[in-house]
């Protein structure tokens, strides 16, 4: 730091007038410095030619924008030359790992940094890291320090950054403009390079994380529901080891186990397994089905703040001593997952299995580690599909499951005709064929061990231009059949407490998302009397099995038509 004293003394700095400049002078620093990755990650998909350097120049341009708007809304006044050199340590930081590891600092990420002690951190602290952190973050961020100009008086500097702010948003626009196909190409198709944008994204996962944790931190009273659960069996011998798919965007219709005319379950049809023909969604949106689901509150009566402000099934789960792991390729659970253990397979930081987007069978990935840690516990795992999520449905499965051609590759289906925009989708949900598939090979593993199962339930369906009606969300009341029937499928493994014989019975039977609550806690052999009343696609069998061993007469009336014929 001496010598830097005296570099300050022998050296002429130019003296800088405004913010504004300084704010600049370190945007253009952090992206030739910190974002090797980003443009790493940009070539790879637009080789330099001359083809390609017109929008090259331009995606330059429009990170370098949307940076410089970043900090000129976040810095200001006494508190801009800390911020700035805050972020020009941040930035070397982030660099250092995502230029040497391809690491992608998001939510994940930031909550491995918190929970990393001292021990481990010690074996990440290299001399490269350490150079590069002065050089490209300490010094940087001294000069910064020491040349900062103060701010001018308030309306004057308002004013200024106003214009200037508008200013780049005009020219962001008029960046975008002439490329406008190649933009919407590189927002849906490539995700994971604009996770390398430095400060930016890392910006972004921290509010997050701050986010979430005042969230689970807000001051209300959780309410407990089904606190009278008890075990019907607790003694038979072998724990429960179920795994729950959420499906996402998947048309009950298209499943060829539902008697779709193209084979888009060749995998499925080769299992032992159920799959139900009537199942209804409680919503069309993700947001609202996945809460409600797992919400003992029902479609006719779901409100987004009361299912939040209550426990859900896997909190009355928890409750009663199961292991609940929520793993999520898709957007995010929405609430569900807040108090139990959580992971994001979104990127690279835990999904092994990433290419232009992160696979859903990447979510297998290390559950036999967690078994292990688990061993003794009943556990339920929840995995959280990107599944057929649209329009870019060419994107959701690798090129090897790309059975039926053409299959539309873009996100404008206007621009396919309806039998592109068939293939694209067919193709993904027969990528979801497999994934199940593998979920059930993988269960089969435990099957001597625990009492396995596989529940699938999708999330809502889907238009495909039925009507003129394209996507999904359209209001409950006039939603199309395509945006609300669902397909649900169950795999039970030879020790599971319901056999695929008491099951059966119920293929047709009309089901829904509020059968799902009661469904996993008879699953789990828990009895409440909030799930006496409800339908679910074991509770019947689950009020026989509670007869027969308690010696009482059933709590409902059982049809013919719901017994086995090992039963009857």
């Given at each position: 730091?001496?010598?830097?004293?005296?570099?300050?003394?022998?050296?002429?700095?130019?003296?800088?007038?405004?913010q504004t400049?300084?704010?600049?002078?370190?945007?253009?620093?952090?992206?030739?410095?910190?974002?090797?990755?980003?443009?790493?990650?940009?070539?790879?998909?637009?080789?330099?030619?001359?083809?390609?350097?017109?929008?090259?120049?331009s995606?330059?341009?429009?990170?370098s924008?949307?940076?410089?708007?970043?900090?000129?809304?976040?810095?200001?006044?006494?508190?801009?030359?800390?911020?700035?050199?805050?972020?020009?340590i941040?930035?070397?930081?982030?660099a250092?790992?995502?230029d040497?590891?391809?690491?992608?600092?998001?939510?994940v990420m930031?909550?491995?940094?918190?929970?990393?002690?001292?021990?481990?951190?010690?074996?990440?602290?290299t001399?490269?890291?350490?150079?590069?952190?002065?050089?490209?973050g300490?010094?940087?961020?001294?000069?910064?320090?020491?040349?900062c100009?103060?701010?001018?008086?308030?309306?004057t500097?308002?004013?200024?950054?106003?214009?200037?702010?508008?200013?780049?948003?005009?020219?962001?626009?008029?960046?975008?403009?002439?490329?406008?196909?190649?933009?919407?190409?590189?927002?849906?198709?490539?995700?994971?390079?604009?996770?390398?944008?430095?400060?930016?994204?890392p910006?972004y996962?921290?509010?997050?994380?701050?986010?979430?944790?005042?969230?689970?931190?807000?001051?209300?009273?959780?309410?407990?529901?089904?606190?009278?659960?008890v075990?019907?069996?607790?003694?038979?011998?072998?724990?429960?080891?179920?795994?729950?798919?959420?499906?996402?965007?998947?048309?009950?219709?298209r499943?060829s186990?539902?008697?779709?005319?193209?084979?888009?379950?060749?995998?499925?049809?080769?299992?032992?397994?159920?799959?139900?023909?009537?199942?209804?969604?409680?919503?069309?949106?993700?947001?609202?089905?996945?809460?409600?689901?797992?919400?003992?509150?029902?479609?006719?009566?779901?409100?987004?703040?009361?299912?939040?402000?209550?426990?859900?099934?896997?909190?009355?789960?928890?409750?009663?001593?199961?292991?609940?792991?929520?793993?999520?390729?898709?957007?995010?659970?929405?609430?569900?997952?807040?108090?139990?253990?959580?992971?994001?397979?979104?990127?690279?930081?835990?999904?092994?299995?990433?290419?232009?987007?992160?696979?859903?069978?990447?979510?297998?990935?290390?559950?036999?580690?967690?078994?292990?840690?688990?061993?003794?516990?009943d556990?339920?795992?929840?995995?959280?599909?990107?599944?057929?999520?649209g329009?870019?449905?060419?994107?959701?499965?690798?090129?090897?499951?790309?059975?039926?051609?053409?299959?539309?590759?873009?996100?404008?289906?206007?621009?396919?005709?309806?039998?592109?925009?068939?293939?694209?989708?067919?193709?993904?949900?027969?990528?979801?064929d497999?994934?199940?598939?593998?979920?059930?090979?993988?269960?089969?593993?435990?099957?001597?061990?625990?009492?396995?199962?596989?529940?699938?339930?999708?999330?809502?369906?889907?238009?495909?231009?039925?009507?003129?009606?394209?996507?999904?969300?359209?209001?409950?009341?006039?939603?199309?059949?395509?945006?609300?029937?669902?397909?649900a499928?169950?795999?039970?493994?030879?020790?599971?407490?319901?056999?695929?014989?008491?099951?059966?019975?119920?293929?047709?039977?009309?089901?829904?998302?509020?059968?799902?609550?009661?469904?996993?806690?008879?699953?789990?052999?828990?009895?409440?009397?909030?799930?006496?009343?409800?339908?679910?696609?074991?509770?019947?069998?689950?009020?026989?099995?509670k007869?027969?061993?308690?010696?009482?007469?059933?709590?409902?009336?059982?049809?013919?038509?719901?017994?086995?014929?090992?039963?009857?």
């Amino acid at each position: 730091m001496t010598a830097l004293f005296r570099l300050q003394n022998s050296w002429s700095f130019p003296v800088i007038k405004k913010q504004t400049t300084m704010i600049f002078m370190v945007v253009i620093f952090m992206m030739f410095t910190g974002n090797q990755a980003l443009f790493a990650g940009i070539l790879r998909i637009y080789p330099l030619s001359a083809t390609h350097l017109p929008f090259l120049i331009s995606l330059t341009l429009f990170f370098s924008i949307l940076t410089a708007i970043f900090f000129l809304v976040i810095c200001f006044g006494r508190a801009t030359r800390w911020i700035l050199a805050i972020f020009l340590i941040v930035v070397s930081l982030s660099a250092y790992y995502m230029d040497h590891f391809g690491v992608i600092i998001d939510t994940v990420m930031l909550d491995n940094v918190l929970q990393t002690d001292m021990r481990e951190a010690s074996g990440l602290m290299t001399f490269s890291l350490i150079a590069r952190t002065i050089f490209l973050g300490v010094i940087p961020a001294w000069i910064v320090f020491k040349l900062c100009p103060k701010t001018r008086d308030l309306k004057t500097e308002l004013r200024s950054r106003l214009k200037l702010i508008l200013t780049l948003i005009a020219s962001l626009i008029l960046l975008v403009a002439p490329f406008t196909a190649s933009y919407a190409s590189f927002i849906r198709e490539h995700k994971i390079v604009r996770f390398y944008a430095n400060p930016t994204y890392p910006a972004y996962s921290v509010i997050k994380v701050v986010t979430q944790h005042l969230h689970t931190t807000k001051n209300f009273v959780l309410h407990k529901i089904a606190q009278d659960a008890v075990l019907v069996d607790p003694d038979d011998g072998k724990h429960e080891l179920i795994i729950m798919v959420v499906g996402e965007t998947a048309r009950a219709d298209r499943f060829s186990l539902n008697g779709y005319h193209r084979t888009t379950n060749p995998l499925l049809s080769k299992e032992d397994i159920v799959s139900f023909t009537d199942v209804t969604s409680c919503g069309t949106s993700t947001g609202v089905s996945v809460p409600c689901m797992f919400s003992s509150l029902g479609r006719e009566h779901y409100d987004k703040d009361a299912a939040l402000e209550q426990e859900d099934a896997l909190d009355v789960l928890t409750d009663n001593g199961v292991q609940v792991l929520w793993r999520d390729n898709n957007s995010d659970s929405k609430g569900v997952a807040t108090r139990v253990e959580y992971e994001d397979f979104k990127t690279p930081t835990l999904n092994p299995v990433c290419d232009d987007e992160c696979r859903d069978i990447g979510m297998l990935n290390g559950l036999d580690q967690y078994i292990a840690s688990k061993k003794g516990k009943d556990m339920l795992i929840v995995l959280h599909q990107m599944g057929n999520h649209g329009p870019e449905y060419y994107r959701r499965y690798p090129k090897a499951f790309e059975r039926f051609t053409p299959a539309c590759q873009t996100g404008e289906l206007n621009e396919c005709s309806q039998q592109e925009i068939d293939n694209a989708y067919d193709n993904a949900i027969l990528y979801t064929d497999y994934f199940l598939s593998e979920t059930i090979k993988f269960l089969k593993k435990y099957d001597d061990k625990y009492e396995t199962a596989m529940l699938y339930v999708a999330d809502h369906g889907e238009s495909l231009g039925e009507h003129g009606v394209y996507l999904h969300a359209a209001p409950y009341l006039i939603a199309p059949k395509e945006q609300t029937h669902i397909p649900a499928i169950v795999w039970a493994g030879q020790h599971f407490d319901y056999s695929m014989d008491q099951i059966k019975p119920y293929t047709h039977h009309p089901l829904s998302h509020d059968d799902v609550f009661c469904t996993l806690l008879v699953a789990y052999e828990l009895d409440a009397k909030m799930c006496e009343a409800k339908k679910s696609i074991l509770l019947q069998n689950h009020h026989l099995q509670k007869a027969v061993k308690t010696q009482a007469a059933p709590p409902i009336k059982l049809s013919p038509v719901t017994l086995s014929a090992k039963e009857k």
